[in-house]
C-alpha cells in the first residue's frame, strides 16, 4: 500500500466524533422533543454522526463501499447537518 493511500487520522471526524459524544454524555436533553420524550429520529442521526465522526476520524477506512460511505467524514457532516436541521423546524 502506497502513503498515499494509508489510513491516517482524520482530525475534524475526530473531533466532531468526540464532540457529539461529549454533548450527548453531558447533555442528552438534546435527542428529545419538546414533550421531553426520546426522538429517535434526531437520536439515529446524531449516533450516526458521532459512529462515523470516529470511525473514520481514528483513520479507519473500510474496504466495502457500503460500510465506507455510512463511515465517512462526509455522512458524519451529513448527519450533523440534518440533525441541526430537524432540531430547528421539530
Not at 462515523?52 to 457532516?77: E, I
Amino acid at each position: 500500500m502506497s502513503d498515499a493511500h494509508k489510513p491516517r487520522i482524520h482530525a475534524a471526524s475526530l473531533a466532531a466524533g468526540l464532540i457529539v459524544m461529549a454533548v450527548g454524555t453531558v447533555y442528552p436533553y438534546i435527542v428529545t422533543n419538546g414533550a421531553g420524550h426520546a426522538d429517535h429520529t434526531l437520536a439515529m442521526l446524531l449516533f450516526w454522526a458521532m459512529s462515523a465522526g470516529l470511525v473514520r476520524g481514528v483513520g479507519f477506512v473500510p474496504r466495502h463501499w457500503v460500510w465506507r460511505v455510512l463511515f465517512s467524514g462526509w455522512s458524519c457532516a451529513l448527519a450533523l447537518v440534518l440533525f441541526g436541521l430537524l432540531r430547528v423546524l421539530r
